[in-house]
């Protein structure tokens, strides 16, 4: 983006000065981020601007709506919970001079505004059990306090976004149409997934059957969508609300746990490097389960680490996917580079289930308090 393109973004907000810097921010993947700075007289003061991905989110009124209702009904708790750190605990978004959400260009890009939150980061590799337990006490705390959002469902910005069978059915269809002609390639993974085929409708069949809630979920729960204070390492905010909608709970524990346990990348092509941090893991369960003890159920607390196992696989399935579809969806910088990536959610799959009942045993004493 160039300086001109920001300032005429910057006048349809209002905002506490003239744009004086303005720089790409963040390492999201999805949507254009950047810290904009607005001096008035001696006061400088930091926005995020981010334009909208509208390949991906084709409802942007929707999807507004959502971080709207959201971010309005997060503030209002965290007033009566925490007041003297209210500001900083959920975004807040700056609506246009009209009044909107966002601001819509006459070529159709999609603009937002957020207050920047000084004084705190974000990481894209974890630290340690004390900083897995930091966000992940933040995401059950997310989920806590949406357990009331009142005026219905929120709208579901990415349809079937966490559907395992609809993810597996388009494995099947990109291994027939072998698109790329690699099909060859990958028979030890398609093994893999035909032999774990049928967990894949577990979680929707206890939601069908009423014994596991629909909740409102972020179902993004990376540990760089937490903001961790500067000079304390507590967690502040979560961030990037554009998937908040209608899921289970069990899918935002399964993502902590595929994203925050790992001892290598998710593209490792040496999959002797990939493990379970166990440490970490124990970490992030006493975070979360502090905060959702209170509201999960039954089948809830039985399946958290299921849903780990269930996660991961389904993201492997989706870079499987890619790779005999061609590479269309992720971008890849390497040939093999969706392949590996689907060999090394595989592998953290076996390795949840080696650790499976070490991982039970800690959640539920985790779940005791």
């Known amino acids: 983006?160039?300086?001109?393109?920001?300032?005429?973004?910057?006048?349809?907000?209002?905002?506490?000065?003239?744009?004086?810097?303005?720089?790409?921010?963040?390492?999201?993947?999805?949507?254009?981020?950047?810290?904009?700075?607005?001096?008035?007289?001696?006061?400088?003061?930091?926005?995020?601007?981010?334009?909208?991905?509208?390949?991906?989110?084709?409802?942007?009124?929707g999807l507004m709506d959502n971080v709207a209702r959201v971010?309005?009904?997060?503030?209002?708790?965290?007033?009566?919970?925490?007041?003297?750190?209210?500001?900083?605990?959920?975004?807040?978004?700056?609506?246009?001079?009209?009044?909107?959400?966002?601001?819509?260009?006459?070529?159709?890009?999609?603009?937002?505004?957020?207050?920047?939150?000084?004084?705190?980061?974000?990481?894209?590799?974890?630290?340690?059990?004390?900083?897995?337990?930091?966000?992940?006490?933040?995401?059950?705390?997310?989920q806590k306090q949406l357990v009331d959002l009142p005026g219905g469902p929120l709208k579901e910005t990415i349809p079937y976004f966490h559907h395992t069978p609809r993810r597996y059915e388009a494995l099947d269809q990109a291994f027939l149409e072998n698109a790329a002609g690699r099909r060859a390639e990958v028979g030890a993974e398609m093994a893999f997934c035909e032999a774990r085929k049928p967990m894949t409708t577990r979680v929707l069949d206890l939601m069908r059957d009423g014994l596991i809630p629909e909740r409102?979920?972020?179902?993004?729960?990376?540990?760089?969508?937490?903001?961790?204070?500067?000079?304390?390492?507590?967690?502040?905010?979560?961030?990037?609300?554009?998937?908040?909608?209608?899921?289970?709970?069990?899918?935002?524990?399964?993502?902590?746990?595929?994203?925050?346990?790992?001892?290598?990348?998710?593209?490792?092509?040496?999959?002797?490097?990939?493990?379970?941090?166990?440490?970490?893991?124990e970490g992030l369960a006493r975070g979360y389960c502090g905060m959702a003890r209170e509201f999960l159920t039954d089948a809830e607390r039985e399946h958290l680490v299921f849903a780990g196992k269930l996660i991961t696989f389904t993201i492997g399935i989706r870079f499987l996917t890619d790779y005999l579809a061609g590479d269309v969806y992720f971008k890849v910088h390497r040939p093999g580079h969706n392949l590996d990536r689907a060999r090394t959610q595989f592998k953290m799959v076996e390795e949840i289930e080696r650790n499976e009942p070490t991982m039970n045993a800690l959640v539920q004493d985790a779940l005791k308090g």
């Open 71 to 142: 971010t309005a009904h997060l503030r209002a708790k965290n007033a009566e919970e925490e007041p003297a750190h209210a500001v900083r605990e959920t975004l807040t978004l700056i609506p246009t001079q009209n009044g909107h959400a966002f601001h819509q260009t006459e070529t159709g890009d999609a603009w937002r505004v957020y207050d920047f939150i000084e004084n705190a980061d974000t990481y894209d590799v974890c630290a340690g059990p004390d900083q897995a337990g930091e966000a992940a006490r933040a995401f059950g705390r997310f």
């Open 216 to 281: 409102t979920t972020h179902n993004d729960t990376k540990l760089n969508n937490v903001m961790i204070d500067n000079q304390t390492g507590r967690a502040v905010c979560v961030i990037d609300l554009d998937t908040v909608m209608p899921g289970s709970a069990l899918f935002d524990f399964g993502d902590m746990i595929r994203t925050f346990t790992p001892t290598a990348p998710e593209d490792e092509p040496d999959l002797n490097k990939v493990r379970l941090d166990i440490v970490i893991f």
């Open 1 to 61: 983006m160039k300086m001109d393109e920001i300032k005429a973004v910057a006048t349809r907000f209002p905002l506490s000065g003239a744009v004086e810097d303005a720089r790409p921010h963040g390492s999201g993947h999805i949507n254009d981020t950047y810290a904009v700075a607005c001096r008035n007289g001696d006061a400088r003061r930091r926005y995020v601007f981010q334009r909208i991905n509208r390949g991906i989110f084709k409802d942007v009124d």
